[in-house]
């Protein structure tokens, strides 16, 4: 039986995967997440993915090993998780009204190969009032999530449409994973 691990905490991340009937255990660890300014978005979250993957793979170097990372870009700036409740509240207030990106990167590790990848969608806030933005904020729901808000619970008040991968803004391209899986030597149950 081949071994699956996600190298991650994120509960959205397990439960995308839990969706799939895919048997893994999840392993996180804490990793460096500071990054060279200069990189690009996809080349931040690429690598971002893959040091998570590492430091797991590290340990368990039979597996094939899942590491994720997401990133919220708006006007060419990262933004990645609140540090508290007033930046959640100065980011939301830059994303109203506009257009913004989300950036998630996988890396896959396994014994024989490796891939990683990303997956960029484009998403629009509707025009947010004060009072809506400091109900959500109040709510808790942002303060773990890049750009200041997570599109599957409360926060999918927020937005107006997307284009791209719904799932890659949850945080796990699914689909997209799971072709990599393959491609590295992973043979799902079905």
Known sequence: MQNLILASSSPRRKELLENLHLSFAISSSEVDESFDPSLSPEDVVMELAERKARAVFKENQDAFVIGSDTIVVADGQILGKPADEAEAIRMLT?????QHEVFTGVAILSPTKSTRF???TEVWFWELTDEEIKAYVQSGEPLDKAGAY???QLGSMLVK???GDYFAVVGLP???TIRELKK???QLPY
């Open 174 to 176: 699914v689909a997209r």
């Open 161 to 163: 449409k997307i284009n």
């Open 94 to 98: 830059r994303l109203s009204g506009r």
């Open 118 to 120: 990303y997956e960029k």
């Open 150 to 152: 997570g599109i599957q």
């Open 184 to 186: 590295v030597g992973y």
